[in-house]
Nanobody, 123 residues
Framework: QVTLVESGGGLVQAGGSLRLSCAKS????????MGWFRQAPGKEREFVAA???????YYADSVKGRFTIPRDTAKNTVYLQINSLKPEDTAVYYC?????????????????WGQGTQVTVSS
């Protein structure tokens, strides 16, 4: 069983920054991809970013250049660093985990999900 807990959401002004955290249990990343998704009210959940066990990163086109996904293996935590926030970034952000699978897209087949953390960006 894998448990994920997100934190770090909040209310910020447009142009500001946030760092979201996702702590994973068991306390090892092993052979897992770690990813971030977001969902705004009335919209489908969308892929945001992911990082592999080899520290390769993947980003949705909509967030490239503004979002990064650092990982701290020692702390068993993956982050989503969000810069230059826009009102359109307002959503519930979820972390997710899946076993690595060669050739599988970084946005697909996540098995484990956190409960989400709310990010609200004001104009």
């Amino acid at each position: 069983q894998v448990t994920l807990v997100e934190s770090g959401g909040g209310l910020v002004q447009a142009g500001g920054s946030l760092r979201l955290s996702c702590a994973k249990s068991p306390r090892t990343f092993g052979n897992y991809f770690m990813g971030w998704f977001r969902q705004a009210p009335g919209k489908e959940r969308e892929f945001v970013a992911a990082i592999s066990r080899m520290y390769r990163t993947y980003y949705a086109d909509s967030v490239k250049g503004r979002f990064t996904i650092p990982r701290d293996t020692a702390k068993n935590t993956v982050y989503l660093q969000i810069n230059s926030l826009k009102p359109e970034d307002t959503a519930v952000y979820y972390c997710a985990a899946r076993l690595a699978d060669a050739g599988l897209g970084p946005d697909l087949k996540y098995e484990y999900w956190g409960q989400g953390t709310q990010v609200t960006v004001s104009s």
